[in-house]
């Protein structure tokens, strides 16, 4: 497990992440996202929707490199996760990763 792994789980458990692209989506139309994090194999046109708005707010994109249902699993989920949105990073050193 890598360390943006553990630092996604402790963002999960100490923070506030919104899980799937519509809510996602959502949150960067609102400027509420702090950074969104896109599965590799996100279909195109939830990719395109995605990079439209973090780049209309400024926004950080992370593209993890595992599939759906990988990012799905590093939170415990048995389903695929395309999108994340995270509002809060809590206790999480996510954001100081990604910068660097």
């Known amino acids: 497990m890598t360390s943006f792994e553990?630092?996604?789980k402790n963002?999960?458990?100490?923070?506030k992440l919104l899980l799937g692209s519509k809510e996602s989506i959502s949150a960067l139309k609102h400027?509420?996202?702090?950074?969104v994090i896109i599965a590799i194999n996100a279909e195109p046109s939830v990719k395109k929707d995605?990079?439209?708005?973090?780049k209309l707010a400024a926004i950080p994109i992370y593209t993890y490199g595992g599939t759906s249902?990988?990012?799905?699993?590093?939170?415990?989920k048995p389903f695929p996760i395309q999108v994340i949105a995270v509002v809060d990073p809590g206790d999480s050193k996510i954001m100081e990763l990604i910068e660097s």
């Open 6 to 8: 553990n630092e996604l």
């Open 50 to 54: 995605v990079e439209y708005y973090a």
């Open 31 to 35: 400027g509420k996202a702090k950074l």
């Open 69 to 76: 249902l990988e990012l799905g699993g590093t939170l415990g």
């Open 11 to 15: 963002a999960y458990r100490s923070g």
